[in-house]
């Protein structure tokens, strides 16, 4: 159980375009989902939580506009990269907390590695 | 906000050996997780320890919340193992927010 699906694990894109990040929690249901950002042989950087029916919160320096996130169910949030530069490209991961489980385990997606040309 | 600290940040093993990877925290915790990310990136659960001793398989973890910090143990190490290991903790005031530490990369060699 606790299984999260991140699509898609790799985009390659021109610089200008908007690229989606869907994040599914496929058998447990996630009042909030993190959104995170990881650069080569770094940490994970928390850029957002993802909370079902309402805004996300952004973490200071995370441009809201710039990254855009919706979380309209309880088993998907989106996080929406618009007008992407070079300087996005990144790893872009997401996790949730299974609400039934007392919101302690976060499990994690795969992943999603994004190229800016 | 809570500082986490992880050492070491490298470590290099011959298979079959043990190690220990430590996990500083600076704040009392109510959450702290261990992640192991394999080189695709995925990260997996590896323990749920915000304190006490658990065990699964080679890997056990020790959590002494009152001294703040955690330890994950890794015995008789093989090549799978290699990746990168977190630790991710949860203030008591942290808005439900897990703060990861850096990470150790641990390269277990055939």
């Known amino acids: 159980g606790a299984v999260v699906s991140q699509h898609p694990s790799r985009v390659i894109c021109k610089s200008g375009t908007s690229v989606k990040i869907e994040c599914r929690s496929l058998?447990?249901?996630?009042?909030?989902m993190f959104w995170y950002r990881q650069f080569p042989k770094k940490s994970l950087m928390l850029m957002a939580t993802?909370?079902?029916?309402?805004?996300?919160?952004?973490e200071q320096g995370v441009e809201k506009d710039k990254f855009l996130i919706n979380h309209a169910s309880l088993t998907l949030s989106t996080l929406t990269v618009t007008s992407a530069h070079p300087e996005d490209s990144s790893f872009y991961i997401c996790?949730?907390?299974?609400?039934?489980?007392?919101?302690?385990?976060?499990?994690f997606g795969s992943g999603t590695q994004l190229s800016v040309l | 906000g809570i500082q986490v600290e992880q050492s070491p940040p490298d470590l290099i093993l011959q298979e079959g050996a043990n190690s220990t990877l430590r996990c500083n925290f600076s704040d009392s915790v109510n959450n702290l997780q261990w992640f192991h990310q394999n080189p695709w990136g995925q990260l997996i659960n590896l323990f749920y320890?915000?304190?006490g001793t658990k065990q699964n398989g080679r890997l056990s973890a020790t959590t002494v919340a009152t001294e703040r910090y955690s330890l994950l143990y890794i015995s008789s190490s093989q090549t799978t193992d290699s990746g990168v290991y977190f630790c991710a903790v949860k203030g008591w005031n942290n808005a439900g927010k897990s703060t990861f530490g850096d990470g150790t990369t641990l390269t277990v060699k055939p």
């Open positions: 058998d447990f249901q996630a009042t909030t």
């Open positions: 996790s949730a907390r299974d609400r039934d489980r007392g919101n302690e385990k976060l499990f």
């Open positions: 993802s909370n079902e029916g309402s805004k996300a919160t952004y």
């Open positions: 320890i915000p304190s």
